[in-house]
């Protein structure tokens, strides 16, 4: 079992924290801010890597015959309803593979995956930003290559796609101070405690490796299926660890049977509070394409409990806001949540006092 001293030990004499602290955000590529591949995930380093402001992130790669092929893409995947998402921002490998091709070499195994990347890179790998920037193929071979790719395909073609350290240019954030006097957090607390007389009870660091579990089989409307692949079992297993340590939480939404039926899951150390995911009810058709159909359906009202609890727990702690990595139509309209400049979003981490603890221990009773 894990321990604070080793909390301490990771956070500023480990391995882990030396091979982090080496990251340089001004090598951070694109918006959504590519550092490196390296190192691998594990429960040093995702400790260390979140103190200092990284998040652990996939990149995708996707294939273009030519560059306005790919800004096509790029509108699509960036624009949605008129709303730019810049932080969906891909890279893009300028080549003529074709799907039949791409079909292939996913089934080869990760090395070959990667080998086979490696020399297709040299035909020269983009990302916009207002216009055309060429990653360096040394950048590339350093920092993107060297640990295994994998080929994914959810439903709209095939891409690279590699998992790594981010530090983003701007931060999705949720400042507690916005929510005062909201009418949305009034109505959630009306939610809140009709489902506590109904038999409803949150629980608290009980089964986070079912809410990741839930959070990775989600549900969404406008995603694609596999939206949640990059909560891998790696993922789960060092967020275990972390809980074990302190420094991880989970909230769990159960129902009047005990079962987990909404919760949420992130990272809580030193001066960081992060909500990772949130999983809620939701069902679709079968046939309903990326989820965009109108027999999406889902209790999304249970999200919003989970997550206020949470809010209302960390502000009493101390904590002034929550790392959301991205900001979502749910939380921007739900919770206020906002874009921040990257050095706005580390100042905010240096002026909160480290070791803010959180009461998870109080029962929950929405009627008090």
Avoid at 156 to 166: A, I, N, S, V
Avoid at 244 to 267: C, H, P, W
Wanted: charged letters at 25%; glycine letters at 8%.
């Amino acid at each position: 079992m894990s321990t604070k001293s080793d909390f301490d030990r990771i956070a500023n004499e480990s391995d882990a924290y030396r091979e982090m602290a080496a990251l340089d955000v001004r090598n951070a590529i694109g918006y959504r801010g590519f550092v490196s591949a390296k190192p691998g995930l594990n429960q040093e380093t995702m400790i260390a890597g979140t103190l200092g402001g990284f998040m652990y992130w996939g990149q995708r790669v996707h294939i273009a015959g030519d560059l306005a092929q790919a800004l096509e893409h790029h509108n699509n995947l960036t624009i949605k309803d008129g709303k730019t998402e810049i932080l969906m921002a891909a890279f893009y490998l300028i080549s003529d593979l074709n799907h039949i091709q791409l079909e292939e070499m996913s089934k080869r195994p990760r090395e070959e995956i990667t080998k086979f990347f490696s020399e297709e890179c040299k035909k020269g790998v983009y990302y916009y930003d207002n216009q055309w920037v060429q990653v360096p193929v040394r950048f590339l071979e350093s920092n993107f290559i060297e640990v295994d790719l994998i080929m994914m395909n959810p439903g709209e073609g095939y891409f690279f796609y590699q998992r790594g350290w981010f530090s983003p240019a701007i931060r999705g954030v949720i400042k507690f101070s916005n929510l005062v006097g909201s009418k949305t957090v009034k109505n959630i607390r009306s939610v809140s405690r009709n489902l506590y007389r109904k038999g409803f009870n949150i629980t608290f660091n009980q089964n986070i490796e079912a809410v990741m579990q839930g959070c990775r089989d989600q549900a969404r409307k406008g995603q694609g299926k596999g939206a949640g692949s990059r909560i891998t079992d790696a993922l789960i297993k060092s967020y275990a660890e972390l809980l074990s340590m302190g420094k991880a939480y989970s909230v769990e939404l159960r129902n009047s049977q005990g079962d987990i039926v909404a919760g949420t899951f992130g990272f809580v150390g030193g001066s960081e509070l992060a909500c990772d995911s949130v999983f809620y009810p939701a069902v679709l058709q079968e046939n309903c394409e990326n989820n965009d159909c109108e027999d999406f359906k889902s209790n999304i009202d249970y999200a919003k409990v989970v997550m206020q609890e949470l809010f209302d727990r960390a502000q009493m702690a101390g904590f002034q806001f929550i790392d959301l990595g991205m900001v979502t139509v749910f939380t921007k309209n739900t919770f206020k949540a906002e874009y921040i400049p990257r050095e706005e979003f580390l100042a905010l981490l240096e002026n909160t006092p480290e070791d803010v603890e959180i009461d998870f221990t109080t029962e929950w009773n929405p009627l008090l």
